[in-house]
């Protein structure tokens, strides 16, 4: 019987080989998107997922109440950890995570630069970083021992042994050698935390001056929470130790106006959890908003329903073709379960086909995909078990539902009124009405949250940000070299280069250079009895005319005043929050020792930080004292950009041979601070494109199948008087006035989830009507090109002809 079946749905299929060729193309493209775009979502909340504790593993932050808002700071003092796991023995782990001094390593005659870390010695007890050789447990316990990563290892010593070599380690007072204690696993691509090298946290710098310190925030700080402990329960215990640590900070608070918690509290210890780091707005680390891979897990499944009901439609509308024949069997003692069997025996079949199309059009455009959107997916992924239960449970849902639906109505029909061929389908056109409603109320959607998101990313790219970002070319400075000394080398070498308008320095980079590092450095001092927290830039001369950014008071810092070593200048917010109409001469209590830093000019307010942030206080300095330069600022003129980059390249390359990373025009480094939301952001808007051109294709299909169907009624109209335009009116308006209907229905849902999205956005576009008119015009548009070409043809045929054949 089986057999039977089989021959018998596949002779149908090979029947009607277009209608075949149409529903498995359909099927299989969308089989294959929703498994890339699955893969990216997976991807991006599987981050740091491998931990094997990760459900006790935190990030702390501190979480302060402010006059209208609410400040998070992941950074700690030196003294914070082992005061904290002094107090509270019942935590099962905690490490402090930082930074090395230095990221030059050197080996025999060659040097090396790497990304070494500091941490303490339970770090490699709390985090799943296996150890290839050595003990994890003791690893970290020696001041002078370092740990590598594999990669490191091969990096640095080949094929020959490592465990027990020593190399040295760059420091402000020379090199210090370590013993290689343990070889670790290469980190994952997945984890938010990386490294390349670990020493042990005492190393930190500034660790022996700063060790009893609490004014000064500087690492981060890691906890593993007992196994029958909570973190809503531990953040409650830790009010506490706020209190005895950081009460003098929550009574200035209290003091300046800031609003409490419902408990009352002005500073909170809080916890992120480790899986929720990627997408953490007050961690560092965490880039990405959330939205986006569960925004790409419902565009597959939208995809997938789109594909479904076109395939649902198409199967009804040519299934109801086959009504005699359903009629025959029927009369001819077929039971109804077999007219079921063999209808779904045939869905299944192009489901199945088109499964496996799907399955190799994924692994086949699975590299481009990964180059084209700089995803790091995997093949082996797609042979992972989580995933393959996935796509089967995926599969058997849409070959039951885009399958059986059809088969359970057709087996349903009248036996008699089946071999007249005399079946109402009203019902089906009710059902296929209001599926085309939903599918495009999706594609409504998809053009709204695409306008809306595309509109957004436009803006942060485009946005004035008070500075120029056009001309001013950012060399990172490295460890090869001291700032200073490659500052005035740079600022003699392009004393005479045509097209080299000013050179300045910084400690911080604008935007996100192309050595890929970001930091913040902020100072916390009390003025006039409030609170005041300040973001702190160390600077050189020239600062504010190589970025073109303006002075509103008093004067730039000069040479001609030897002075101005202990003067500052800050921003309109900064002036705002000291609360002083006229800064300028006003001095600062910051700093323990030797006379306060005066002010001596107020500039413009800038975005030296992503959009994604207020602007905040900021405090610029010359004073070598409070920093070094880590970053060479270079203001070319706009005649020739490319040959003033070539010019200012070979001079650097000229006094620092052994650079660490390319040199890159300002403007290139603002656009990587949103890199990764514009990478998901591509995927996005190609998805929603993929889900309205599948809605169009199964549009145009419903049309041919409705103009078939009605071939007698345009032809009796014709004879009666109808003109051209009367028939495409006609045949076009049922169409027009459903994906009016989606449109009204989607435009209040897109409205809210892209005013969620916004919202990570402290700078942002306002939603406006004309989107969703655009939106409703676009829609309207594409359903009356697709449908067009097939009223157009209905309309221009031989009513004679058209009568002759029915």
């Known amino acids: 019987m089986l057999k039977n079946y089989f021959k018998i749905a596949l002779r149908n299929l090979w029947k009607h080989k277009t209608f075949t060729i149409t529903n498995i193309t359909g099927l299989a493209i969308a089989f294959g998107a929703t498994l890339l775009l699955c893969l990216t979502a997976v991807y991006e909340l599987s981050y740091d997922a491998f931990h094997e504790h990760k459900d006790q593993l935190f990030q702390l932050y501190r979480e302060q109440h402010r006059v209208g808002k609410i400040e998070g700071n992941e950074s700690f003092p030196i003294p914070f950890s082992p005061a904290l796991k002094n107090e509270y023995p019942d935590l099962a782990h905690i490490s402090r995570f930082g930074e090395a001094p230095d990221n030059i390593l050197r080996y025999g005659n060659r040097e090396l630069s790497l990304d070494i870390m500091t941490a303490d010695p339970d770090f490699l007890r709390m985090f799943t970083f296996p150890l290839l050789q050595g003990d994890p447990g003791k690893a970290l316990n020696d001041p002078n021992g370092i740990v590598l990563t594999e990669k490191s290892?091969?990096?640095?010593?080949?094929?020959?042994?490592?465990?027990?070599?020593?190399?040295?380690?760059?420091?402000d007072s020379g090199w210090k050698p370590y013993k290689v204690t343990a070889i670790a696993a290469d980190i994952p691509e997945n984890s938010t935390?990386?490294?390349?090298?670990?020493?042990?946290?005492?190393?930190?710098?500034?660790?022996?001056?700063?060790?009893?310190?609490?004014?000064?925030?500087?690492?981060s700080v890691y906890i593993q929470l007992a196994a029958n402990a909570s973190l809503p329960a531990f953040e409650q215990k830790?009010?506490?130790?706020?209190?005895?640590?950081?009460?003098?900070?929550?009574?200035?608070?209290?003091?300046?106006?800031?609003?409490?918690?419902?408990?009352?509290?002005?500073?909170?210890?809080?916890?992120?959890?480790?899986?929720?780091?990627?997408?953490?707005?007050?961690?560092?680390?965490?880039?990405?908003?959330?939205?986006?891979?569960y925004l790409l897990l419902l565009i597959s499944a939208f995809i997938l329903f789109i594909a479904s009901v076109n395939f649902v439609n198409l199967s009804l509308g040519r299934a109801f073709t086959r009504?005699?024949?359903?009629?025959?069997?029927?009369?001819?003692?077929?039971?109804r379960r077999q007219i079921l069997y063999q209808f779904w025996g045939e869905a299944l079949l192009i489901c199945l086909a088109s499964f496996a199309l799907g399955i190799i059009l994924a692994r086949l455009f699975l590299s481009g995909y990964k180059t084209l959107f700089n995803q790091a997916l995997s093949p082996a992924a797609l042979a992972s078990p989580w995933f393959i239960a996935s796509v089967v449970i995926g599969f058997a849902l849409v070959s039951l539902l885009a399958g059986g639906y059809p088969a359970w109505v057709l087996s349903a029909l009248n036996a008699s009124r089946s071999v007249k061929g005399k079946i109402t389908v009203t019902k089906n056109h009710?059902?296929?009405?209001?599926?085309m409603i939903v599918q495009f109320v999706l594609s409504g959607l998809l053009i709204i949250c695409t306008s809306i998101v595309w509109q957004q990313l436009n803006y942060m790219r485009k946005a004035p940000l008070g500075y120029n970002k056009d001309q001013v070319i950012s060399i990172p400075i490295g460890s090869q070299i001291k700032g200073q000394r490659a500052l005035d080398l740079m600022r003699s070498g392009l004393a005479n280069i045509p097209g080299v308008l000013?050179?300045?320095?910084?400690?911080?980079?604008?935007?996100?250079g192309r050595d890929n590092n970001s930091s913040t450095s902020t100072i916390t001092f009390t003025?006039?009895?409030?609170?005041?927290?300040?973001?702190?830039?160390r600077v050189d001369y020239d600062y504010l005319k190589t970025l073109d950014i303006r002075m509103l008071q008093g004067r730039d810092f000069s040479r001609a005043f030897a002075s101005d070593s202990n003067a500052i200048l800050i921003n309109e917010k900064m002036a705002a929050t000291l609360g002083e109409k006229d800064a300028v001469n006003k001095d600062m209590p910051i700093g323990h020792d030797g006379p306060r830093p005066h002010i001596i000019g107020v500039v413009k307010d800038f975005h030296f930080k992503s959009l994604h942030r207020e602007i905040a206080p900021l405090t610029m300095t010359i004073n070598p004292e409070w920093g070094g330069l880590g970053y060479i600022f270079v203001k070319v003129s706009p005649a020739n950009l490319p040959g003033s980059m070539a010019a200012v390249e070979k001079v650097w390359k000229k006094i620092n041979p052994k650079a660490e990373a390319d040199i890159s025009f300002l403007n290139e480094n603002t656009d990587k601070q949103y890199r990764k939301e514009t990478r998901l952001s591509k995927i996005f808007i190609s998805g929603a494109l993929l889900a309205i051109i599948i809605s169009c294709m199964g549009l145009f299909a419903i049309v041919v199948l409705v103009m078939g169907q009605r071939t007698r009624e345009i032809g009796i109209r014709k004879v009666l008087g109808a003109s051209v335009a009367d028939i495409f009116t006609l045949v076009a308006r049922e169409f027009l006035q459903l994906v009016l209907v989606a449109v009204i229905i989607s435009s209040p849902v897109a409205w809210w989830l892209m005013h969620q999205w916004l919202e990570d956005f402290a700078y942002r576009i306002h939603i406006s009507i004309w989107i969703?008119?655009?939106?409703?015009?676009?829609?309207?548009?594409?359903?009356l090109f697709t449908v067009s070409f097939q009223a157009l043809r209905a309309a221009w045929l031989n009513p004679v002809d058209n009568l002759r054949s029915e």
């Not at 935390?193 to 690492?219: C, M, P, V």
């Not at 009504?323 to 039971?335: D, F, P, Q, S």
């Open 153 to 171: 290892r091969e990096k640095i010593f080949g094929q020959d042994a490592a465990i027990g070599q020593t190399i040295e380690l760059k420091t």
């Open 527 to 537: 003025y006039k009895g409030h609170q005041v927290v300040t973001n702190w830039l």
């Open 238 to 293: 830790l009010k506490k130790f706020a209190h005895t640590h950081y009460g003098e900070d929550a009574k200035a608070l209290r003091l300046n106006g800031a609003t409490p918690d419902k408990e009352g509290e002005y500073i909170r210890i809080r916890g992120i959890a480790i899986t929720g780091l990627h997408f953490n707005t007050i961690a560092t680390s965490g880039a990405v908003n959330k939205f986006y891979p």
């Open 430 to 435: 009710r059902l296929r009405n209001g599926l």
């Open 772 to 783: 969703f008119l655009f939106a409703a015009l676009a829609a309207l548009l594409i359903a």
């Open 323 to 335: 009504t005699r024949e359903i009629g025959m069997r029927k009369v001819l003692g077929a039971r």
């Open 502 to 512: 000013s050179v300045s320095g910084t400690d911080i980079n604008l935007g996100r």
């Open 193 to 219: 935390i990386t490294f390349s090298g670990l020493i042990n946290f005492e190393n930190f710098q500034h660790y022996t001056a700063d060790r009893d310190d609490w004014d000064k925030s500087t690492h």
